[in-house]
């Protein structure tokens, strides 16, 4: 698990950080605590916080107000540790934020064990998080989930003057094999559509169970054509799959329709995510009526 200490003095904080990585953390520095805020700004910010309370540019408490004052789904487990040792800093010290708190010159083992206890904290967290943005039959995102992830890469490709591409897809005839072999052996199906989904997106795309047999990619700096080639492969590894049927000597294949679009996000393009989505489910709708088991980019000429 990463870890955050940040501590202006030297010494101090390298003693520290040699006991982290002894104790098996990726510990991130900082030497102020300007620089502990910049980190925790970050999307992808450590989970754990060691905050020397006096340090410049923003002292322990400080920090810690501003991070119980943030939007956001990640908890940081803060531990404040300083010279300070009369009760009213105790009670400062945890009414501005912090989980817990240590007086200086500290024991390096009850550190370790008090840190545990913010690891667990922090791991049961995330374990209910993932629960809750985390579709049961498939495992992939909620169709919540997704749109705020969706919405977190919009902003972060508009930084990046980015393009961003979305596919929605559709199993074809869902209905019919629902019909035919019954509601397992169709959940048997969307599980194998999902993982053709998986397979064929960058390890950095996030996919969702956008509702019944409709499933959602985010496809983060990418423009139409590379958006539309990841849709293509999904499409063709979905008609040449044989599924086979549990209990039986039989298989079956089945087929796919996709709506793609994709939108450059460059000089503050305010492009939203829900323009992007029903751009990309028109395209999909265009699929289905050109006869299904095809990929079709949303262009207005079409949608007029």
Same mark, same amino acid.
């Given at each position: &698990? ?27 520095? *900082? /030497? ?21 309370? #006096? ?28 010279? +300070? ?6 009670? =400062?010290?945890?009414?501005?934020? *912090? ?14 064990? =008090?840190?545990?206890?913010?690891? +667990? ?28 992830? &969706?919405?977190?890469?919009?902003? +972060? ?5 980015? &393009? #961003? ?28 559509? *999902? ?39 999904? =499409? ?43 751009? *990309? ?8 009526? +050109?006869? =299904? ?6 262009? /207005?000429?079409?949608?007029?």
């Amino acid at each position: &698990m990463r870890i955050l200490i940040a501590e202006d003095e030297p010494v101090s904080r390298q003693l520290l950080q040699n006991s982290l990585l002894e104790w098996g953390y990726e510990v991130v520095a *900082a /030497r102020d605590g300007q620089e502990a805020l910049t980190i925790l700004e970050q999307a992808d910010r450590p989970s754990l916080a060691v905050l020397d309370w #006096m340090m410049p540019g923003a002292d322990g408490p400080e920090i810690c107000r501003w991070l119980r004052s943030c939007e956001n789904d990640s908890y940081v487990y803060v531990i404040l540790l300083t010279a +300070r040792n009369q009760e009213g800093d105790l009670v =400062r010290g945890l009414e501005s934020g *912090a989980d817990d708190y240590m007086v200086k010159p500290f024991n390096p083992e009850e550190l370790k064990y =008090r840190l545990r206890i913010g690891q +667990r904290i922090i791991e049961q967290e995330q374990k209910i998080l993932r629960l809750a943005s985390t579709d049961d039959l498939t495992g992939l995102l909620t169709r919540r989930a997704f749109m705020e992830r &969706m919405e977190s890469e919009m902003h +972060r490709m508009r930084r990046e003057n980015g &393009m #961003m591409g979305i596919i929605i897809g559709d199993i074809d005839f869902f209905k019919t094999v629902n019909d035919t072999y019954g509601h397992l052996v169709g959940d048997l199906v969307l599980q194998h559509f *999902a993982q053709c989904l998986q397979e064929n997106c960058r390890t950095y795309d996030y996919v969702g169970r956008y509702g019944g047999e409709e499933f959602i990619i985010g496809v983060p700096g990418a423009g139409l054509l590379e958006t539309t080639e990841i849709a293509e492969r999904i =499409r063709n590894m979905v008609q040449n799959t044989s599924i086979p049927l549990p209990g039986r000597d039989e298989v079956i294949k089945i087929t796919a329709s996709f709506g793609v679009d994709a939108v450059n996000l460059r000089n503050g393009n305010e492009y939203m995510a829900e323009e992007l989505i029903n751009h *990309a489910d028109e395209a999909l709708y265009l699929a289905k009526a +050109r006869g =299904r088991n095809c990929s079709i980019i949303y262009s /207005r000429a079409d949608m007029q």
